[in-house]
């Protein structure tokens, strides 16, 4: 099955943009989902499809993909979006499996 | 607005098998458009797919588990279930049932059930 690969931890000053990156092979052929997850609570989607935001998802985050990266975009991150985040997509054996990103803890500084 | 809601024994032994019933309500688990889905989080630790199935029975399970794995529809009740054979202290985790988008991954999660696995 397919891995999908972020960086554990990434840091962004209050009001700056950060970018939080997902490596892997089933991302040239199937989009990136993105969730937020915050302590205690379930994983929320944020972002879907070519760069889909859910009713009630802030503007500030975006998404993106080229090759096997996809990117989740913070424009102007708020202390409200610490949190960590998880990409997933569709594995690339095309067998309707389902992978998750080991995730990214953003510090909003 | 749909909701999902997990249920079952928050406290398993080692080598018995781990029951949870996923109730869906606010839409209908016969939607041509979605899949139904178990994911867990061991406490600190990332997701893992378990498994997801289609209204029409249709399985789809994570190889790593899949010889453990059960994920069964009772479009009657509007509920999906897993069974989990075999626990190990490893198994011991957050589950959360969701609906899968076709193509978009999970769009609506439930509130999750911490399961824990001990004698």
């Known amino acids: 099955s397919s891995e999908l690969t972020q960086d554990p931890a990434v840091s962004v000053a209050l009001g700056q943009t950060v970018r939080i990156t997902c490596q892997g092979d089933s991302l040239r052929s199937y989009y990136a989902s993105w969730y937020q997850q915050k302590p205690g609570q379930a994983p929320v989607l944020v972002i879907y499809?070519?760069?889909n935001r859910p009713s009630g998802i802030p503007d500030r985050f975006s998404g993106s993909s080229s090759g096997n990266t996809a990117s989740l975009t913070i424009t102007g991150a708020q202390a409200e979006d610490e949190a960590d985040y998880y990409c997933?997509?569709?594995?690339?054996?095309?067998?309707?499996?389902?992978?998750f990103g080991g995730g990214t803890k953003l510090t909003v500084l | 607005q749909l909701q999902l809601q997990e249920s079952g024994p928050g406290l398993v032994k080692p080598s018995e098998t781990l029951s949870l019933t996923c109730t869906v309500s606010?839409?209908?688990?016969?939607?041509?458009?979605?899949?139904w889905g178990w994911i867990r989080q061991p406490p600190g630790k990332g997701l893992e797919w378990i498994g997801s199935i289609y209204y029409s029975g249709s399985t789809y399970y994570n190889p790593s588990l899949k010889s453990r794995v059960t994920i069964s529809v009772d479009t009657s009740k509007n509920q999906f279930s897993l069974k989990l054979s075999s626990v190990t202290a490893a198994d011991t985790a957050v589950y959360y049932c969701?609906?899968?988008?076709?193509?978009?991954?999970?769009?609506?999660w439930g509130q999750g059930t911490l399961v824990t696995v001990s004698s």
């Open positions: 997933n997509s569709r594995d690339s054996s095309g067998n309707h499996e389902e992978v």
């Open positions: 499809g070519k760069n």
């Open positions: 969701a609906r899968i988008k076709i193509g978009f991954g999970p769009d609506y």
């Open positions: 606010g839409g209908s688990i016969s939607s041509s458009s979605y899949y």
